[in-house]
């Protein structure tokens, strides 16, 4: 039986290794964007990534971000994802401010852009607004900052402190680099543990943070809804915050991560007091078209 077809271009990109599907739906847009991101993201019968990433019209910014990890369940933000998705925004003429304002699940986030003599974008500065620390805000199973908070996983207790960057965040200091030395299942059985326990209701991001000296940290990251990714920018925010309301480093580091460094810094007092800005590369890999059913495209909303 004959089916009309249709085709879906999109662009490959990634922050740090941190990579996703990005698709422009400005005039159409997936049906069943969860079960798109699912198809795509596979890294054997897909295009292969971290999930989908939407560049969708708003009417609270220049643009927003919609996006869906790998398993389709829905992201409220990402860092080293949006960066990419304000290079795109600019390349493609979508917008023509600097910064640009993006809409996404955890409100307004402004996006700062270097570029060179001819235009094209080096680095991105996200403005990630303040850190969340109220246990239930985050949403955690207990009142108040969660801080050095011992929490049994399995046969194993871990002091914890859990962040929220618009999602929530587990991060665990380690004394020594064996987590790095982990193999890939090993690892994720780990972090498995954390993303799914009770604690955290909506699931949680887990961070595993080494410090190295006051300015610089070195982390491995187990996401929700994706599993181990090379990077993780709100994680890298949230390991810093984490670090210096411990005082195991200072409120600006950078944070070596397997994809690549980002730069981070929790500002204390003038303009902009107690927001964390993160700094890095977005990069794009190649693009594409994959074939869909026409039935797969709705228009988007205006």
Known sequence: MYRPMATLEFVKMHGC???????????????DPAALARRVSDRRFGVGGDGLIMLTPSRRADIAMEMYNADGSRGEMCGNGIRCLARLAWERRLVAKNPLAIETDAGVKHVALKLDPSGRVLEA??????????GREIPAAADGPIIDYP????DRTEKITAVSMGNPHCVIFVADDA????????????????????????RVNTE????????????RVFERGSGETLA???????????????????????????GGNLAIEWREGGEHNNHVFMTGEAVEVFRGEIEVDAGELVASAG
């Not at 987590?179 to 909506?202: I, N, Q, T």
């Open 125 to 134: 500065t996200v403005d990630m607004g303040e850190p969340i620390l109220e």
């Open 17 to 31: 290794g941190n990579d996703y599907i990005y698709v422009v739906a400005d005039r159409m847009r997936p049906a």
């Open 151 to 154: 929490l049994q996983a399995a």
């Open 208 to 219: 595993f943070v080494l410090p190295l000296t006051r300015d610089r940290l070195r982390m």
């Open 232 to 258: 993780c920018g709100t994680g890298a925010c949230a390991a810093v915050v984490a670090a210096a309301l411990t005082g195991r480093a200072a409120r600006r580091a950078t944070v070596e991560l397997r």
């Open 179 to 202: 987590v790095f030395k982990l193999s890939d299942h090993d690892f994720a059985e780990l972090g498995g543990k954390f993303e799914k326990h009770p604690f955290f209701p909506r």
